[in-house]
């Protein structure tokens, strides 16, 4: 048997807050797709708040808002990653309505 590939169009949105001139917070949004699902699924990917701007909501305002644009692109779930020692976003997240899912394996190139 072959194996054979297709080329799949993605999406996506980067959504920041600037202080000064400066990217103060950001995330990105990928919209994906498989042939399992007639709608399209979302990966929330990079989310980060500079040192200086931490404690201060930032990441939340942003997930948020990714969330919105999610729903508005008609995604039937919401996918994202973070290391296993980063119990404060954890929290958020879990604040936000994710819930833990499983594990991320990861191959780096």
């Known amino acids: 048997m072959e194996i054979k590939q297709k080329t799949i169009k ?15 917070a950001r995330a990105y949004l990928y919209i994906l797709k498989n042939d399992l699902h007639e709608r399209p699924f979302g990966f929330m990917e990079d989310v980060f708040v500079g040192e200086n701007f931490r404690s201060q909501g930032l990441g939340a305002r942003l997930v948020e808002e990714l969330i919105k644009a999610a729903k ?38």
Request: hydrophobic share 35%.
């Open 72 to 109: 508005l692109n008609n995604c039937y779930k919401l996918i994202g990653n973070s290391r296993q020692e980063r119990f404060n976003v954890h929290e958020l997240y879990e604040r936000l309505g994710f819930k833990n899912w499983g594990k991320e394996f990861r191959m780096e190139f």
């Open 10 to 24: 993605a999406g996506g949105i980067k959504f920041f807050i600037e202080q000064d001139g400066r990217e103060a």
